[in-house]
Every structure is written in C-alpha cells, then in structure tokens.
Nanobody
Framework: QVQLVESGGGLVQAGGSLRLSCAASGRSFSDYSMGWFRRAPGKEREFVAFITRSGGDTYYADSVKGRFTISRDNAKKTMYLEMNSLKPEDTAVYYC??????????????????WGQGTQVTVSS
C-alpha cells in the first residue's frame, strides 16, 4: 500500500517562496511518475506540475511555468515543489499524486491512483 504525505505549506506574502514536500511509503516510488495538483476555494482541482520516474522530464501548467519547479529524490522517496514569486491566486490546497496509468494524460486526475491528504498554501496580498 502506498501512502503519500505532503508538508511545507503555510502562509506567505505575495512574492514569497515555499517548498512543498511529498514523502512516499512503499518500495516502488521510483517506478512511477508523479504529479502535483491544487484546489483553490470554490474551484475544481487542477494540474500544477508533473515529473517522470527518473526526474528527467518535467511539465507545468502555464499558470506556474517559470515560477514553480518540480523535482524528486528517489533515494529519499520524496518529491518536491519549489514555489517562487507566489501570487494570491496560488492560494489552494496542494496535493501530490502517484500516476499508475502510464498512457494517461498527465494533466488529468484519472491516471493517478494514490493521493496525499493535501497541504494548505495561503498567499496574502
């Protein structure tokens, strides 16, 4: 059974930075690609960033491109999301997820089988 636990959220002023972590249990962390999603108040959950199994390829939503960086450390079974130049519209609960359907569109939730409980990020103006 896989468990994903996010941490690192909090309250930050606009223009500030946060680093989220996603710690995974289980033996197969390096076998699967991973993603970050977020749900803002009153909105649907949306794709943020994606990273392949080795970490060699990454993809981002247009809204965060150039400001956020996704990475992973397979030895530590941990994925990260470095968030810089934060804006009030980045306020959301952030979720990490493990993708178990390799052929699925990485921007869509259905390809991800395991999810963390989420961590709140609040950006004040």
């Amino acid at each position: 059974q896989v468990q994903l636990v996010e941490s690192g959220g909090g309250l930050v002023q606009a223009g500030g930075s946060l680093r989220l972590s996603c710690a995974a249990s289980g033996r197969s962390f390096s076998d699967y690609s991973m993603g970050w999603f977020r749900r803002a108040p009153g909105k649907e959950r949306e794709f943020v960033a994606f990273i392949t199994r080795s970490g060699g390829d990454t993809y981002y939503a247009d809204s965060v491109k150039g400001r956020f960086t996704i990475s992973r450390d397979n030895a530590k079974k941990t994925m990260y999301l470095e968030m810089n130049s934060l804006k009030p519209e980045d306020t959301a609960v952030y979720y990490c997820a493990e993708r178990r359907q390799p052929g699925s569109d990485y921007r869509l939730e259905y390809g991800y089988s395991y999810w963390g409980q989420g961590t709140q990020v609040t950006v004040s103006s």
